[in-house]
């Protein structure tokens, strides 16, 4: 069974870091493309970062030079480096798992439960 | 505000059909496969829809997607107070190199 298991979210001051880690099973998830999308408390979806299969990431512009995601093949894990927290970047962050169809569509066809991040002083 | 435009809410009684719709530009929609995801309360969200029309498996057939041009529009038919959820639509955006997401529509089932 695929599964994404997000952890490493909490409560963080502004300007702090925050790590977190979203452990796949279920499937290698190094050939796939997989991405960070937020939700912030009674909001929609926002997509944070991706990273493809050969390792080119995306970020998107909010996030720019101060989160990084990145990958340990080794461990199947998937991870998001958050510095310069801001209070606006408080939500519950997903990871999805990215897939491509055979029309090369691209979508999201597995997702973790999330994991909390609070940036409040 | 969110590159793509869906409407807030939108609401039907059990049994009835319902649409939503999403907006967005050439960069998004225009030229790129669209797909839809639910998200019941308290739950991550789930595909519902992917490369415009296709149900995954284990989605009912009462689930229906389309696009035209640089729109796109889930359908809903036989509506059960299970589908009360909110929706979302997702696609690339080539200019931005970004996935981009619309801003959710709240279905009611009244």
């Known amino acids: 069974e695929v599964q994404l298991l997000e952890s490493g979210g909490g409560l963080v001051q502004p300007g702090g870091s925050l790590r977190l880690s979203c452990a796949a099973s279920?499937?290698?998830?190094?050939?796939?493309?997989m991405s960070w999308v937020r939700q912030a408390p009674g909001k929609g979806l926002e997509w944070v970062s991706g990273i493809i299969s050969g390792g080119r990431t995306y970020h998107a512009d909010s996030v720019k030079g101060r989160f990084t995601i990145s990958r340990d093949n080794s461990k199947n894990t998937l991870f998001l480096q958050m510095n310069s927290l801001r209070a606006e970047d408080t939500a519950l962050y997903y990871c999805a798992k990215e897939v491509v169809s055979a029309d090369y569509g691209y979508y999201f066809d597995c997702w973790g439960q999330g994991t909390l991040v609070t940036v409040s002083s | 505000q969110s590159v793509l435009t869906q409407p807030p809410s939108v609401s039907a009684a059990p049994g009835q059909k319902v649409t939503i719709s999403c907006s967005g530009s050439s960069s998004n929609i225009g030229n790129n496969y669209v797909s839809w995801y639910q998200q019941l309360p308290g739950t991550a969200p789930k595909l519902l829809i992917y490369?415009?029309?296709e149900r995954p498996s284990g989605i009912p057939d009462r689930f229906s997607g389309s696009k035209s041009g640089t729109s796109a529009t889930l359908g809903i038919t036989g509506l059960q107070t299970g589908d009360e959820a909110d929706y979302y639509c997702?696609?690339?955006?080539?200019?931005?190199?970004?996935?981009?997401f619309g801003g959710g529509t709240k279905l009611t089932v009244l």
């Open positions: 490369d415009n029309n």
């Open positions: 279920g499937f290698i998830s190094s050939r796939y493309g």
């Open positions: 997702g696609t690339w955006d080539s200019s931005l190199s970004a996935w981009v």
